[in-house]
């Protein structure tokens, strides 16, 4: 079962990617993604569009989501997995994370156009769906459609990382709310692509410990940035920490993200695999197995 085709962390219109979730379910589907999850930054206002949309293609879905959180001064991004996505207590604090992105997205502009960069605030909004949710990745991209930088990496590295222009301080939700949430909601919490953080050994550590402490289950072992490196080391501290395994693209555009829905290598046959323990929060038609 670990060389299911589970594909569970993507992101739609809801968020900073530029699919719907229904041309990501059928994107999924057509790459042979056999178990789906939409993981939008702290919204879950697709789930319901996806759900309806795997189902009619007879692919498996979990709800998803992606927090934002912010641990030893980094930010840092929890996904959840198979939760109920009407859960009061839940909704709430995503409410409350999403809340501080407007203002943000205000002081970003500011930050451009001291450096002779004006009218940031209107650029990015013109490539935001959802208002509530305006990401960095939306400034990257009106920074590259104006011709500023070649690709939205260049944006990243120019203008929107610590100690950049465009860089703003911002505080996120805590790493034991956001396990909460998603675990008393029913669902299973993963560190998201933790080859990303720019931790030091013992931040790692306190992270991988402290997540675990507050209920966190699953890591994820396979994502879009993983070096092999990374998958290796990620994947003997899933063992060494007792968390699943989990897998996903972080599929965000066609033009932008380097791995596609669905075209990840296998999972190891060592590693305990995160839609192990989610089998009964699976939405789909035919009931295939799982296990
Ligand atoms: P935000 O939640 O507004 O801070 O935006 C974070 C998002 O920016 C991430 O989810 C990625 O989609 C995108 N991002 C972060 N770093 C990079 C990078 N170096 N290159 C391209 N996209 C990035
Ligand atoms: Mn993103
Ligand atoms: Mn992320
Ligand atoms: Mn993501």
């Known amino acids: 079962m670990h060389l299911l085709n589970a594909d569970l962390h993507c992101h739609s219109r809801y968020s900073d990617g530029t699919l719907t979730p229904t041309a990501l379910a059928e994107r999924a589907s057509r790459n042979g993604v056999a178990l789906w999850a939409l993981t939008d930054h702290d919204e879950t206002r697709g789930l319901a569009e996806a759900a309806a949309a795997a189902t009619a293609l007879g692919m498996g879905f979990l709800s998803g989501v992606e927090i934002s959180v912010t641990f030893a001064g980094e930010t840092v991004h929890i996904v959840g997995l198979g939760f109920d996505a009407a859960d009061a207590e839940l909704a709430q604090g995503l409410a409350r994370t999403r809340g501080g992105r407007t203002a943000r997205a205000h002081e970003m502009a500011e930050g451009l156009a001291r450096v002779g960069l004006p009218g940031a605030y209107e650029g990015a909004l013109r490539y935001v769906s959802n208002p509530d949710l305006m990401s960095r990745t939306h400034f990257a991209r009106w920074l590259v459609d104006t011709g500023v930088c070649a690709d939205t990496g260049s944006v990243f590295r120019r203008y929107l990382t610590e100690g950049k222009p465009g860089y703003v301080t911002h505080r996120w939700a805590a790493l034991g709310d956001a396990v909460r949430w998603i675990t008393q909601a029913g669902g299973l919490a993963v560190i998201a692509h933790p080859g990303r953080y720019k931790f030091s050994v013992n931040e790692e550590f306190a992270l991988f410990s402290e997540f675990k402490a507050h209920g966190g289950r699953g890591v994820e072992v396979l994502t879009g940035s993983h070096s092999a490196a990374d998958t290796l080391k990620y994947g003997a501290m899933a ?32 590693l305990q695999p995160v839609w192990q323990a989610l089998a009964h929060r699976v939405q789909r038609t035919a009931v295939a197995s799982l296990t």
Do not use: V, W, Y
């Open 239 to 270: 063992q060494e920490f007792g968390l699943l395994a989990s897998r996903g693209s972080d599929f965000h555009s066609p033009g932008e993200s380097r791995i596609d829905l669905g075209r990840l290598p296998d999972l190891a046959g060592t």
